[in-house]
């Protein structure tokens, strides 16, 4: 591995979510900690050009809140990230704003994460046939509904090859026919990306598709390291967890009968 260059250094990272809601005047001289929710917590790995990173973990753990840090949508509380090139975060990379049309936030989009005015108004058409907004497209983006919104958000983001490509499968919209198109256009793209993320629970495509695997549980780091042995010691750590919960439920079930 040390032909390869570093292409994201996450160095003890910190995540954190304020928490809004009333406060009492006594209240406003709590610990600062008691105005977070912490998502992710001392995390650490270095990922290299070429790799493809599989990040795991059950629900809530914090996979979907370390990848928007990792594409600079969400800033660090503690620690810090390190990127060699724009990562992009397939379905929230392109900033669209409201007042425009979906015609003037595809050209705005794709400038934005790096594309050339010129190359997005070559594959205008394009776009707008993949998203299928048809005749909304010269509407204001702010009339979109939420699906076609998320349509047009993700045909933007995929209009551009980023050198660093995020994947969560959580952020996959549309309708079984778009769901389709979107995952071969996602395939096109970690094929020809430098280094790719990708947060799936399905162990098997982790398992087959990359060569790295972060795993975390409740924000924190689990264990990094080769595919196969990540997955492996997850999977058994979800039969011990399984195991565990039907022995308390027999527990439970015994005392109600006693």
Not at 192 to 199: D, E, K, N, P, R
Request: hydrophobic share 40%; proline share 2%.
């Amino acid at each position: 591995m040390s032909e390869r260059n570093p292409a994201v250094v996450v160095d003890h990272v910190q995540v954190a979510y304020r928490v809004a809601g009333r406060q009492s005047r006594k209240a406003k001289k709590a610990a600062d900690s008691g105005r977070f929710v912490v998502a992710v917590d001392d995390v650490s790995f270095t990922a290299y050009e070429g790799q493809t990173v599989g990040v795991i973990g059950r629900n809530g753990s914090g996979k979907s809140s370390l990848l928007r840090a990792v594409a600079g949508l969400m800033p660090v509380r503690a620690g810090s990230i390190q990127v060699t090139d724009f990562p992009v975060l397939l379905g929230v990379g392109a900033a669209l704003k409201g007042d425009l049309t979906g015609r003037e936030n595809i050209v705005l989009g794709g400038t934005a994460l790096g594309a050339s005015r010129k190359s997005m108004l070559e594959q205008l058409d394009e776009i707008i046939e993949f998203a299928g907004i048809d005749k909304a497209i010269d509407r204001p983006f702010k009339t979109y509904s939420s699906g076609m919104k998320a349509r047009l958000q993700f045909a933007v983001s995929t209009a551009v090859q980023p050198r660093i490509l995020l994947v969560d499968e959580a952020l996959a919209v549309g309708d079984e026919e778009f769901k389709d198109r979107s995952n071969e256009r996602v395939s096109q793209l970690v094929d020809g990306a430098s280094t790719v993320f990708l947060v799936s629970h399905s162990l098997s495509t982790i398992k087959r598709r990359c060569d790295v695997v972060l795993w975390i549980d409740a924000g924190r780091q689990v264990m990094w390291g080769d595919a196969g042995e990540v997955v492996t010691a997850y999977r058994e750590d979800m039969v011990e967890r399984r195991a565990r919960r039907a022995a308390e439920a027999e527990r439970r079930a015994a005392e109600k009968e006693s």
